[in-house]
């Protein structure tokens, strides 16, 4: 157990597509934020530029079964069929235990799922693209995955462009750079560090 420090959380969650990790790697590398990423566990495959231990803890379906019998998990997902994921209680310990806040990369339905365990600590955001056929060519880019797997992601969209309204906050990534300060700017304000000077820009 974690000693005094309950830090803030940060969930960005979108349709897979949308940009929100190229937003969570950079909200990480501001380091008056003082933020580090919780690492879910999965039992998908890995992606050839990914790590064990850094991206994800790539967990075999069976444990990852277990895992949820033993409620280790803060929150967990069947995200696409047979691709679960989840986030380990031990994650968030870990990251307060050293005096971080935590921010996830994680699905609409888990994002809102953290929301609901910790409501005034946790700032949900929802990271909107400009429309499907975009979040499809940035899926493609991507490359990594089969026609199938795009397919699934994509159908799941409608669904999770559904629940953005029950999120604190929408940033629309249509443009990088703008988004990434939009996200810079939430932090700023949701840790208190400055209040937001926004208003003109809408
Ligand atoms: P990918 O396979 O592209 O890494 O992730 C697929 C989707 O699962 C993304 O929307 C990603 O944010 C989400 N995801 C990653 N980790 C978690 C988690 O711990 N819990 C939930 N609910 N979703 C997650």
Redesign the pocket.
């Given at each position: 157990m974690t000693k005094d420090f309950q830090g803030k959380l940060f969930v960005f969650?979108?349709p897979?597509g949308s940009g929100?990790t190229t937003i969570v790697r950079h909200l990480l590398a501001q380091e008056r934020f003082n933020l580090e990423f919780s690492i879910?566990?999965?039992s998908?495959e890995p992606r050839s530029n990914e790590e064990d231990g850094e991206d994800y803890y790539f967990i075999s379906t069976k444990e990852f079964k277990n895992k949820i019998k033993n409620e280790e998990f803060l929150?967990?997902?069947e995200?696409y069929i047979d691709?679960f994921?989840?986030?380990l209680k031990t994650e968030v310990e870990r990251i307060w235990a050293q005096g971080k806040h935590v921010i996830f990369?994680?699905?609409v339905?888990?994002g809102l799922r953290v929301k609901e365990k910790f409501p005034e600590q946790t700032l949900a955001v929802f990271v909107k693209p400009p429309d499907i056929n975009e979040l499809i060519r940035r899926l493609k880019k991507r490359g990594e995955e089969s026609k199938e797997k795009i397919a699934a992601r994509v159908a799941k969209a409608p669904i999770e462009f559904s629940k953005a309204p029950e999120f604190d906050k929408i940033i629309k990534n249509y443009d990088l750079e703008v988004a990434l300060q939009d996200a810079e700017d939430l932090v700023d304000e949701f840790l208190g560090l400055k209040s937001v000077k926004k208003e003109e820009s809408k």
């Open positions: 969650s979108a897979s929100k879910s566990a999965t998908r929150e967990w997902e995200v691709n994921y989840g986030t990369d994680i699905d339905v888990g």
